[in-house]
């Protein structure tokens, strides 16, 4: 009698894969950390190597949207670390279901700030400011939908990398030459002594 009945190809067809995606809200002392989004974003970078997880983390306007895929079990953990994490609060488990493939395949997790060049797409203009908390679950499905296709974007264009936080174009170049942080903090006091010096312009050519 063969051994390789109709339940062994049942059984070794089922693949223990799912996806959890949930909402939540930034707390104080998750703003107060200077560098919370990358402690983050390393720290799941590292664990879900090893967990087998890949997803998308995005932050914006105080919330927090992620989702994440890979096993029940990897799952169900990092649900449970997240529930105690208290950088954020009011966790809004939006799906916890079994999925056929990954998303983002080569993602750890891709962690993204959002901004407005995210939102090109003009169906997601009507998602603006990201409040998530009020959406419908197709306007989450149409969010996420939107990731992949970027996600999707770049892998065409070759450019799939690990960078915890996407800058312009001129933020991706200072970042790679003095660090992330220092980047932002670049930009904000090229900008501050450019206003500064613009007023100083405006003020001072009355008087000649
Ligand atoms: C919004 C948010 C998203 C997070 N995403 C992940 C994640 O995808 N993977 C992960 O391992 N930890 C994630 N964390 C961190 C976990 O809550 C927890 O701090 C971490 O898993 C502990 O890891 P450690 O035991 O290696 O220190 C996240 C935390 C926050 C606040």
Known sequence: MSTFTDTDIT???VVDLYQFIYISRITSTGLSGASTLNNIAETSIKNNKINDITGILCYGNGYFFQYVEGTEQALTN????????ER?????MLEFAEIKARRFQNWALRSIVLEQWLFKDPNLTALLPFKPYTWKDEDSSKFLNSLQQYYNSQLKEEEVDMQPIKYNALGVTLSKVVGQHQAFFLIQTVLGTLIVLAL?????????
């Not at 954020?88 to 809004?92: F, Y």
């Not at 100083?200 to 000649?208: G, P, T």
């Open 11 to 13: 059984a070794s067809e």
């Open 78 to 85: 990092l649900k449970n670390q997240l529930l105690m994490d």
């Open 88 to 92: 954020h609060k009011d966790l809004q």
């Open 200 to 208: 100083l312009w405006f003020m001072l050519a009355d008087k000649f």
